[in-house]
């Protein structure tokens, strides 16, 4: 329960919008505007809710077959199974309304330049819906979070019908939907209620190994878990649910658990079976240090710190003038950006080996 309220305050802070990132050397967040969910607080819903079903859920049997483990942690797979129903009740089931957002617009008439607010209406009145404007999922955000306190950049704004740039942000096209501008939160209440299931996935593995004393049980669990769900995965895709992660569809949370299971296989085989060790170090030391890199890097705090400093013009600063002279090796702004963010992994992946050598790890 601490740590995962520990997780959800830092996430706050993190990803509520008082760091304001790369390119922008300010902060503060206006608490009528702060954004309560994020990657940090939908990793302290999904655990707390895996907690608490461990805690709770799980009898005191003796495993010593397969149907002992069935029973011992049934419960945990039907308390999975609900939250899968309710999703899909949820998603399925509500009535989308004609709904209004607000849009700060730029007014140039005037000779010192104003922001005016203007309301946008988008209509819908569907049930069943998983497209951008009128599923389900932001319908539960905008009635108990609030448009103010969603995510402003969604990675709809990265489609054809919202950006000239597609598949990158850039401005929009004619004619393009007013819903290219709405607010909608990726990491939102019900589609976080999907994503603390792979939790519950991730429970099973974690059970299998704790169960299982050989190397050969344990693949073949983890080897028959992970199929059943990538075709269980595939089988609703056939049936019209997508593969979409800012909504969390069950496909999606069947797809990305399987695809874990199969790679968690395929590096036990490798680390743990036939002892290679040496290339994946550096995904050990990462491991070790998960949350400071993510905090770090992912949340860009170090890379915003590296960029205050700079040289009479703000975008003369070591982490920008690197990602241009990559492009300008490569003669190519998306290859060069790769090549930048490959080279920031293996950083951080080094970063944490020296915190490892030196003891330092950060928990909560």
């Known amino acids: 329960m601490v740590r995962a309220i520990k997780l959800f305050i830092l996430g706050v802070i993190l990803q509520g919008g008082y760091i304001h990132g790369r390119h922008k050397l300010t902060y503060g967040v206006d608490l009528d505007q702060i954004r309560w969910l994020g990657v940090l607080q939908r990793i302290a819903i999904g655990y707390f809710l895996a907690v608490i079903s461990e805690i709770w859920l799980v009898n005191n049997n003796l495993v010593d077959s397969p149907v002992s483990f069935a029973k011992k942690y ?27 957002f607000k849009v700060k617009i730029s007014d140039p008439t005037f000779s010192m330049p104003i922001s005016l607010v203007e309301m946008r209406t988008i209509h819908c009145g569907v049930r069943g819906s998983l497209g951008p404007p009128c599923n389900a999922v932001g319908l539960v955000d905008r009635v108990l979070l609030g448009e103010n306190h969603l995510y402003k950049n969604p990675v709809y704004k990265r489609t ?72 269980f995965a595939f089988l609703l895709l056939l049936l019209g649910m997508p593969f979409s992660k800012p909504l969390y569809t069950v496909s999606y949370m069947l797809l990305s658990a399987g695809v874990s299971g199969f790679l968690l296989l395929l590096l036990y085989y490798i680390v743990d079976v036939i002892h290679i060790k040496k290339p ?14 993510y905090v770090l890097a992912a949340c860009e705090l170090f890379p915003t710190l590296i960029q205050g400093f700079y040289w009479r013009s703000p975008e003369n600063n070591l982490v920008d003038i690197t990602e241009s002279l990559l492009q300008a090796i490569f003669h190519s702004k998306q290859w060069g950006t790769l090549a930048f963010v490959l080279l920031e992994i293996v950083f951080w992946c080094l970063a944490a080996g020296f915190l490892h050598m030196k003891g330092v790890y950060l928990k909560l």
Request: include cysteine; hydrophobic fraction near 55%; glycine fraction near 6%.
């Open 280 to 293: 994946f170090i550096l995904f050990q030391w990462m491991g070790m240090n998960a949350l400071i890199v």
């Open 74 to 100: 049934f419960m945990e797979w039907i308390m999975a199974m609900m939250i899968t129903t309710l999703y899909v009740a949820l998603v399925f089931g509500l009535y989308v309304p004609n709904w209004e």
């Open 160 to 231: 054809k019908e919202c950006s000239i740039n597609s598949p990158d942000y850039g401005p929009l096209p004619p004619n393009a939907p007013d819903w290219c501008l709405a607010p909608f939160d990726p990491e939102g209440l019900l589609s976080t209620l999907m994503a603390a299931v792979t939790c519950f996935v991730g429970l099973h593995f974690g059970h299998v190994l704790i169960h299982c004393k050989n190397h050969s049980q344990r693949m073949l669990f983890w080897l028959l878990a992970s199929t059943v769900l990538t075709i």
